[in-house]
């Protein structure tokens, strides 16, 4: 018990969570808990000493959120374009020095629908090339991998209120990683890539979240041909979906989703047909 006669949580503090107290109101008399919510600050990125983009974050994996971030936008490639990298010391901003000293922050930003406050840079009206990778998964390998990944978020079990992305093969969870926004944890899925050496190119993208258009601007980034929320997508990323080759799927449960653009990786075409 604690010092108030709350129940101490019976499991170890996780980075990124902090502790808690409230009350529960339910069927039964009102009960204090010592519980978790999750960790949020202030985060900022800082290209060759220029501050880039400052938003709302969990203050964690912060150096694959920036590596990831500035990789979603265009502005990096590989790791080789990185010069140097530091996190400050009160962690909560990464400076990183490009070996391309000319660059220059854009001038036009967009303020996405992104929980956390999300920022990109890139023109969500632009054309781009259709992703033509060769992939297929059945809805029972979709259902099973969000499962796995809802059993994963390690956060999410001990304070909920925290988003969960993972990239997948259609049989095996390969990164998983949770931020406040749906939109950091593809940043962080990209940037634990990139310092891991796996290709993103032609995996299977899962997310928690709601499916927009800077969510499916980022999933165009990462090369992912089929992506799926346990959520709704908006029309515009349906619609940037079906012209990028993308097969989106939403509401995806143990027995039941919603095929929104590109079937054909997903069922056979007697099945859509009848």
Known sequence: MTSNGS???L?????????AEYITVGVS???DVAGWVVEEAQICISVNGSE???FMASPRDLKPMALGFLANEGIIQTLDDIRHLHLAKNNTCVDIWLHDTSFEKPRKFIITAGCGGGVTFDDLSAEHEPLTADLRATPEQLASLMREMHL???LYQQARGIHTAVLATPTQLLLQKEDIGRHNCLDKLRGAALLAGLETEGKILLTSGRISSEMINKARRLGTPIVCS???PTSLSVALADAWNITLVAYLRQDRMRIYTHPER?????DFES
Do not use: H, M, Y
């Not at 499991?11 to 502790?19: F, R, T, Y």
């Open 266 to 270: 997903i069922l056979d075409q007697k």
């Open 7 to 9: 129940t101490q949580p």
């Open 152 to 154: 994963g978020a390690e």
């Open 11 to 19: 499991i170890e503090k996780l980075a990124g969570v902090q502790p």
């Open 52 to 54: 880039l983009a400052t």
């Open 29 to 31: 008399a009102p009960q």
């Open 230 to 232: 346990r959520t709704s």
